[in-house]
């Protein structure tokens, strides 16, 4: 961590727990003490828990983020969601581009870069997520990919415009290879596609690189964060399976200070 940064402590959800699950999780996140003072906490649940889950974090310091968001605001476009329902229903935050949107999904760089726009015109904050698949880091492109995918956010706008996209932007750095899997990274090769990602954006778009938060994720635990949060470009975690335990997740932002 950069003492210049606020560290960010976020729990992916992913689709798991039902409203009430979702409720009792959100209020025991929201218990955990000591938290450091300018540590941020943020959780995603599933969708149909959003409204609940928002009631009860009402007052607290955990904010709320959706996992995954539709671009057009609204229409007849089945199934999805858009940035300002979400915001109606609560939340400050999105996810975007996570893996498992891309793999399953369909998901691509375009679309991600249409629901940044979606996110930021609404007011939402995204964590934007990137990394490469283990055929990728085999093959040796590992900076490849996440060059292509951290310029596709950008691609096409003028330079004023790209950095108000960054700005407040929240990178996740989750290397697929390392999601579910119990392989989490080295912490050494986090902190370098960390800075790999931080000095891409500042040479294309200069100081915002320094303030913009860029999050590690892939099989984080309450055992492994306080090594991952020391290296200086991880400005904290996107925690998949252990944030499903309060006492493991409580444990982890407490490593962030
Ligand atoms: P795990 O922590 O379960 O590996 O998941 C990471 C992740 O995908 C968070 O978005």
Redesign the pocket.
């Known amino acids: 961590m950069n003492p210049t940064r606020r560290p960010l402590i976020a729990g ?1 959800w992913k689709m798991h727990r039902t409203v009430s699950e979702s409720v009792a999780l959100a209020r025991a996140v929201a218990d955990t003490r000591p938290v450091g003072p300018r540590t941020d906490i943020v959780v995603a649940p599933v969708f149909t828990a959003l409204t609940a889950v928002a009631k009860a974090l009402e007052g607290t310091r955990v904010g709320l983020a959706a996992q995954n968001v539709y671009f057009e605001d609204q229409g007849a476009f089945t199934g999805e969601i858009s940035a300002p329902m979400l915001k109606d229903a609560g939340c400050a935050w999105s996810l975007v581009g ?1 893996s498992e949107r891309r793999q399953l999904f369909g998901e691509t760089d375009g679309t991600v870069q249409k629901k940044l726009f979606a996110l930021k015109k609404h007011g939402l904050a995204p964590i934007a997520c990137v990394g490469e698949t283990l055929a990728e880091r085999e093959a040796g492109i590992t900076y490849d990919v996440l060059r292509r995918q951290l310029d596709a956010m950008t691609a096409g706008l003028e330079m004023e415009e790209s950095i108000a996209l960054l700005t407040g932007l929240v990178i996740a750095y ?1 290397p697929v290879w ?3 899997t119990g392989r989490t990274a080295k912490s050494s090769d986090a902190q370098s596609a960390h800075a790999f990602l931080r000095d891409r954006v500042r040479d294309r778009f200069g100081e915002v690189a320094d303030t913009m938060r860029i999050l590690y ?4 635990k309450a055992d492994n964060a306080a090594e991952l949060l020391a290296q200086p470009d991880v400005d904290g975690v ?5 944030s499903l335990d309060p006492a493991g997740f409580a444990r982890i932002i407490q490593a962030a200070g």
Not at 217 to 220: E, L, Q, R, T, Y
Not at 238 to 242: E, F, I, N, Y
């Open positions: 992916n996570h989750e390392a999601i579910g994720g892939g099989s984080v996107l925690v998949g399976g252990a």
